[in-house]
């Protein structure tokens, strides 16, 4: 059964810039000015890990990997770490957490899922209220960057990017409208903890979209076993009529209806989307940056 993971269920101008900096390195322009950074890796299911410190009280520490998923709005404690740290099912925070070794946090908000297909992991109203940036291609989280310090470094360099809007839905899931093949554009959810992305089968079907029946899985979710397909016939995506790559391997095609009903999600944007166009999101501003289509590094 193939695994694909749902994290929803499942101004300085480039002349101004510092003189050591290299115009094309953001992390190391960031750093220079004095941003905190924290790496990550991609995992074998595709998920972002990085070393963590969580801590009941100040006697009661474990280190445990710990991701971001931007498709859940909380931060979620596994049952294995609820049980290594002695937690009860009334307690609602942490005492301190360190992540990565740069960023310590106290009173860090948590929740138990109780669901074993969830890691630990930071849910986007922390990162949204908090200020994070999450890179995909350098894989690091810059934590706080001053708005114009990221958007203007990103929009000046001799890379191409494209800047997009991004929009909150309560309480704190990000959606951008896309449109595929030239079609009204619609709302598709942004979710890392989504290992591939994701298109609703009858939005599929409406807008002509072919399915490969040679490509079919079962795929499990956090609402169990899915049947899904991959699409064919996506020749343009564009989001803020910004030009963007379609996943390389297509669309893998379900019925997304059990997603956020009540806002008309007709897809998910998943960690395969969010590195092939080497994405960098920045939800307290709602924006996120790509690679334009015509870069090919």
Same mark, same amino acid.
């Given at each position: 059964?193939?695994?694909?993971?749902?994290?929803?269920?499942?101004?300085?101008?480039?002349?101004?810039?510092?003189?050591?900096?290299?115009?094309?390195?953001?992390?190391?322009?960031?750093?220079?000015?004095?941003?905190?950074?924290?790496?990550?890796?991609?995992?074998?299911?595709?998920?972002?890990?990085?070393?963590?410190?969580?801590?009941?009280?100040?006697?009661?520490?474990?280190?445990?990997?710990?991701?971001?998923?931007?498709?859940?709005?909380?931060?979620?404690?596994?049952?294995?770490?609820?049980?290594?740290?002695?937690?009860?099912?009334?307690?609602?925070?942490?005492?301190?957490?360190?992540?990565?070794?740069?960023?310590?946090?106290?009173?860090?908000?948590?929740?138990?899922?109780?669901?074993?297909?969830?890691?630990?992991?930071? =849910?986007?109203?922390?990162?949204?209220? $908090?200020?994070?940036? !999450?890179?995909? %291609?350098? @894989?690091? *989280? +810059?934590?706080?960057?001053?708005?114009?310090?990221?958007?203007?470094?990103?929009?000046?360099?001799?890379?191409?990017?494209?800047?997009?809007?991004?929009?909150?839905?309560?309480?704190?899931?990000?959606?951008?409208?896309?449109?595929?093949?030239?079609?009204?554009?619609?709302?598709?959810?942004?979710?890392?903890?989504?290992?591939?992305?994701?298109?609703?089968?009858?939005?599929?079907?409406?807008?002509?979209?072919?399915?490969?029946?040679?490509?079919?899985?079962?795929?499990?979710?956090?609402?169990?076993?899915?049947?899904?397909?991959?699409?064919?016939?996506?020749?343009?995506?564009?989001?803020?009529?910004?030009?963007?790559?379609?996943?390389?391997?297509?669309?893998?095609?379900?019925?997304?209806?059990?997603?956020?009903?009540?806002?008309?999600?007709?897809?998910?944007? =998943?960690?395969?989307?969010?590195?092939? $166009?080497?994405?960098? !999101?920045?939800? %307290?501003? @709602?924006? *996120? +940056?790509?690679?334009?289509?015509?870069?090919?590094?």
């Amino acid at each position: 059964m193939k695994k694909i993971f749902f994290g929803f269920l499942f101004t300085l101008s480039a002349c101004s810039m510092h003189p050591t900096d290299n115009k094309n390195d953001l992390p190391k322009y960031l750093k220079n000015h004095g941003v905190q950074i924290v790496s990550f890796v991609i995992d074998e299911e595709n998920r972002m890990k990085f070393n963590s410190v969580l801590c009941k009280d100040a006697n009661t520490c474990i280190n445990r990997p710990m991701d971001i998923d931007l498709g859940d709005c909380d931060n979620n404690i596994t049952n294995e770490t609820k049980i290594l740290l002695g937690l009860n099912e009334n307690q609602n925070k942490l005492e301190k957490v360190n992540f990565g070794g740069v960023a310590l946090i106290h009173d860090f908000p948590i929740y138990f899922s109780g669901q074993d297909m969830r890691d630990d992991y930071i =849910g986007s109203s922390f990162i949204r209220d $908090n200020g994070y940036a !999450i890179d995909f %291609k350098s @894989k690091n *989280i +810059y934590l706080n960057p001053e708005a114009s310090l990221l958007s203007d470094f990103i929009m000046s360099t001799d890379t191409l990017y494209t800047k997009s809007n991004i929009n909150i839905v309560s309480p704190s899931y990000l959606t951008v409208q896309v449109s595929i093949n030239g079609n009204t554009p619609v709302n598709f959810l942004i979710d890392n903890g989504a290992s591939e992305s994701l298109i609703d089968s009858n939005y599929a079907n409406a807008i002509g979209l072919n399915i490969d029946k040679n490509r079919c899985e079962v795929g499990g979710s956090q609402i169990g076993k899915i049947d899904l397909c991959r699409t064919i016939d996506v020749s343009s995506m564009k989001i803020d009529k910004n030009e963007l790559k379609a996943p390389s391997k297509g669309f893998w095609s379900t019925n997304l209806s059990f997603v956020m009903p009540g806002d008309n999600i007709k897809g998910l944007l =998943g960690m395969d989307w969010l590195l092939q $166009n080497q994405a960098i !999101i920045h939800p %307290k501003e @709602k924006l *996120i +940056y790509t690679r334009a289509v015509n870069y090919s590094n």
